[in-house]
């Protein structure tokens, strides 16, 4: 049912996009009508335990680099309210150094790779080209896989990148960023996504497990 749900927004946006006039404006112009274009970006991610102490043997994750790129499109209520929607992937996860904690292997990362379909109300201010959003993001998790590395027993394996379905496959992101667009088309963006929904899978017990990122874009307005 999740599935179903996703693919209806998917394509419910895909056909909104195509059946739009492409007559596009500047965030400052007089007169909002709507934008669309593409963004691209990197993530720093990681991944929350609930109850971490104890978990893992004490071992916590650190943050790790991702990328992810998007299309939008900007639908003006007024001069001041918009609502950017964004299909989009995001590579999401999070670092474990084993090392020290009598492991077999030295690094442990966790990759999660999303297709997301967000709905971002967007508040202009003013003649400045700042732009506050804040809305949620649904997101399906499209593969997700553990790499391991630094075997520290000759014995042992040399690692490799396995795939990890320790995780769920449905979640629901808040989204919280600024943005700044540029006259020419060009705008830059940073924002924080916080993990809503339990992601742990059956093997996690009763630990909970959550996803959070900062996010860093470049997009670009297409015009005429």
């Known amino acids: 049912m999740k599935r179903l749900l996703l ?3 998917i394509i419910s946006f895909v056909i909104t996009l ?14 909002p009508q709507m934008t669309y274009g593409i963004g691209a970006g990197l993530n720093i991610s990681n991944m929350t335990y609930k109850p971490a102490p104890g978990f893992y043997n004490g071992i916590y994750p ?11 499109l900007g639908l003006p209520l007024n001069k001041k309210y918009w609502i950017q929607m964004e299909l989009g ?12 904690n009598g492991f077999n292997f030295q690094n442990e990362t966790t990759g999660m790779n999303y297709l997301t379909l967000a709905v971002l109300p967007k ?7 700042l732009a506050f959003l804040i809305g949620p993001s649904m997101a399906y998790k499209l593969s997700s896989t553990a790499s391991l590395s ?11 990148i396995y795939a990890n379905n320790d995780y769920k496959s449905f979640e629901v992101f808040g989204i919280l960023g600024l943005q700044y667009d540029f006259p020419a ?40």
Request: net charge positive; hydrophobic share 35%.
């Open 7 to 9: 693919v209806a927004f």
């Open 185 to 224: 088309g060009l705008g830059i963006s940073a924002r924080y996504m916080q993990g809503l929904v339990n992601v742990a899978g059956d093997s996690y017990g009763d630990a909970k497990v959550f996803n959070h990122a900062f996010t860093f874009s470049v997009s670009y307005r297409f015009t005429k």
């Open 18 to 31: 195509q059946a739009q006039t492409p007559i596009v404006t500047t965030l400052r112009d007089q007169t």
């Open 62 to 72: 650190e943050w790790n680099p991702g990328f992810s790129g998007y299309i939008f």
């Open 123 to 129: 508040l202009i201010i003013k003649k400045s080209g």
């Open 150 to 160: 630094g075997s520290v027993n000759p014995n042992d394996p040399i690692g490799g």
């Open 89 to 100: 992937y995001y590579g999401l996860g999070s670092k474990i150094d084993n090392k020290s």
